[in-house]
């Protein structure tokens, strides 16, 4: 009996970590995920959904104002679907890539993955959430 109940704590634990973290990742209405990577020099943003979705931003040109513009499809480039999960409570999915979770907070949270052409050359994900006000 003792060994079911342990059993049973360890995986609502386990499950309560995950949603701590999902609930990190997805964004409120005006919050915004500034996606910075070592390996890929591009300036994007990424808004996380609680249905396990996700959408790409760009910030509004500077004669437009402060803001963003979705961003999911550009041009006759159109990307299938967009989704996202947590896996093993420090593995962040996206899409078809896998980041290890090295450290993740309300603000910022660092991922981790090694570059699909060189094999050894670890790259490094910063998402620092942004305001849109």
């Not at 970590?17 to 020099?41: A, G, H, P, Q, R």
């Not at 006759?76 to 989704?83: A, C, H, K, M, N």
């Amino acid at each position: 009996m003792n060994k079911i109940l342990i059993l049973v704590f360890f995986l609502l634990a386990s499950c309560s970590k995950k949603n701590e973290l999902e609930n990190i990742f997805t964004c409120d209405k005006n919050e915004y995920w500034s996606y910075k990577n070592n390996c890929v020099s591009y300036g994007i943003y990424f808004k996380f959904n609680i249905d396990g979705s996700h959408d790409k931003f760009l910030s509004k040109p500077i004669d437009e104002g402060k803001g963003f513009d979705l961003f999911n499809n550009d041009g006759d480039l159109i990307s299938g679907p967009r989704t996202w999960s947590i896996k093993n409570d420090s593995i962040f999915v996206w899409d078809k890539g896998e980041y290890k979770i090295e450290s993740c907070n309300e603000n910022i949270i660092i991922l981790t993955y090694y570059h699909y052409k060189e094999k050894n050359k670890k790259c490094t994900v910063a998402l620092k959430k942004v305001l849109d006000k």
